[in-house]
């Protein structure tokens, strides 16, 4: 088997973390795709492994309560993809979504060992697009026009984001090393402070990837906090 | 010492690279900050390991040479930050770029065992922003006002693409797990065909870093190829 | 009173004009803005002229039917704005609108003579939101979280005309001088072929605005037509 | 001839203008096209008015060097087309560009009276890319890489004004209701205050299009000053 020797790295990432201070005025959380179609294994079309499902339900109820309780602002962003008459799902459209449709078997696709699809995963209408009921309140903003990885491309993240005042980003949601990464480079691209809550992400692609995906992003572009951490930081903020 | 057991998907992606075509008609290569700040120990600001500059300039040199032959177009994608009278690098307006450079020492920032700096790399006029002599050539295009990570933020290379009516990116350069990472994040969700050059990418970060951007291409965005394999697979296109 | 001398153009437009050809296969019609909150005077907070509802009401009626005859998707894009807590309307972000309400009455707004307001139009909720249910049909695709005058911006609206290979783009709505004009702009700087129907466009802000933007659009972006114009050069094509 | 009757919001305008506030320290300067491929008569591909010419020189020097007194910060961002092997001008890949050179005399493109070109405006190494040289100081900023009418799209405009702090743009340059007008919509949706100095903006397109502009900007997005009210503006602010 192969393996990847993780450089040590807890000097830079420890000295960097005690000087982390988050001003919870000034922060927002973004829930990235906590919809059925990852975090419900009974009809997902793209699933995360069950135990991560859990883990990250739970962990992710905890954390958006006590945000809420801050009064921090909580905007869940989601995949709904359109299918469009004589062409098919919004997901058609990338060429690697294809491939993947088309060469490999519905067990060996994106989420090894679970059957998935990439071209009719969360079509507009279908249960894999609701909020996992127990991660959304009321209060909580909607944007629920991402098409593909990133959740700045195509929506009005941005916008809200500088309406809301935000600064600092604290990242949660499926998949660590794609949607959450390719946010994590974007916000940090825009000049947000990033931060990852690693007990409220997983991969459907690996844990592996999960793994390396935290490693990148406090290596190279922010955070990344435990739920306890993270409730730690913002009460001592 | 920390390991994680990369997660065998080599059925996953030999199929896919067995179906691999590339049309050289609608092939463009970006060679992601292929200058002497990363790729010159000498006076690097942020320097890869020598063994990694050698071995990047040697195989892009290779590949280049062989895409010119092709009439592949060829975009060179350079970082370069103004210094803002007052502010200082445009660099520091990154908050985690500023904390880098705050708390931790010059040999353990972001390159670990190696001297950087996040702010005052690649100033306009300093000699960190050439590219790479060998890699540039008369008739390659030059965007030199990339700002952060993504090679699509911030400049016009979606517009160059499409002019040239690119449907396929051979990606290479500096660092796999960041700017080449999140370029082939944009491309993919611009559905652009993704493919990363492996041995024309490095990491300063570290070389787990650089194997978790080659395992994350593969298996969630597009493909891997060898210059030797890219070599033949455009031979045989 | 102050006029403007309109240059003679004529022989430029009616050149350019006999030489368009529209494909349908390639074609899609935007219509921005073409809610309650500008169209229906019962309700509207910014109304346009009555007689101008009237008008456009009608007219898109007849080409939107036309269109989805022809299999010519129909993309209604629309302004809400969410309502933040502390804050108020999305819509207090932008300086120029603040200044709008503030130093002006009700009727002295941006549109003249009749009441309107920045700062509490078209509210998620509201009823302003509906689109004229004339004008909405099942087939249509609805775009509604446009935040600024430009349809593109924040926006899926790039994505879902790429996905449905559209090169020219019908424009109709509200208003002539902003929303369809910087979304003119917008079209032109992607290289889509650009279209609006002058029947099927108006402008709150005033008579004199409406016609020059319609001026601008055939002087220097693309090209306007009459409804019936448009139907010809469709059934012609 | 048609004219056009402006609708009398003088009041709407003066109230605006009268509590208008400029703070030179979150104000910068943005230049638009104020190159020779506009402004020098002699050598010009898309020539204003030789009177327009003088006359936006001498007040944009004026302006300039006045900003300059007060430290605020001045970026000329400028149109430049890459000549693409077979396939030529960047501005090729423009539909509407690609019509108007084929189905219009040169003397009746987009300058009416006199010649112009949109297949080899500006290309990189003409003379016409030359900022004019009384209008550029050592100490301004260029953006140089400017492909359509906005100034920000595919630009780093947009970081370049968030890592000076700007919140108040003042626009100059050709053309008024072109690349003036496009910039000023760009600006406003991303919440800037917009300034355009009527004496320093002017058309190609026709005298009549460069007052459609500036009632546009006035009206609906922002404030035209003289070059007199801005100074006087500076100086009491």
């Not at 927002?28 to 419900?40: K, N, W």
């Not at 309406?163 to 949601?173: A, K, Q, R, S, Y």
Request: with cysteine.
């Amino acid at each position: 088997m192969k393996t990847v020797e993780i450089l040590d790295r807890s000097g830079m990432v420890s000295a960097m973390k005690d000087q982390l201070a988050i001003d919870p005025m000034k922060t927002a959380v973004v829930g990235i795709d906590m919809h059925r179609g990852h975090l419900d294994p009974s009809i997902a079309t793209m699933p995360a492994a069950p135990e991560d499902c859990d883990r990250v339900i739970s962990h992710a109820e905890d954390v958006l309560n006590f945000a809420r309780s801050k009064n921090i602002p909580i905007i869940h962003v989601i995949l709904i993809h359109r299918d469009i008459p004589g062409f098919g799902s919004e997901g058609k459209k990338s060429p690697f979504w294809v491939a993947v449709q088309e060469y490999l078997s519905e067990e060996d696709r994106l989420s090894p060992g679970r059957k998935s699809t990439t071209t009719t995963h969360n079509l507009e209408g279908s249960p894999g697009t609701e909020i996992i009921p127990n991660l959304l309140a009321p209060t909580d903003y909607v944007i629920n026009n991402k098409k593909r990885l990133d959740c700045f491309y195509g929506t009005d993240l941005d916008i809200l984001l500088r309406t809301l005042g935000t600064e600092t980003l604290i990242l949660m949601g499926i998949n660590t090393n794609t949607c959450v990464m390719n946010t994590a480079f974007s916000a940090f691209n825009r000049d947000f402070q990033v931060i990852v809550i690693s007990d409220c992400v997983a991969s459907m692609y690996g844990e592996d990837l999960h793994r390396l995906g935290l490693e990148n992003v406090k290596r190279c572009l922010g955070y990344v906090l435990t739920a306890k951490e993270f409730k730690a930081k913002l009460s001592s903020g």
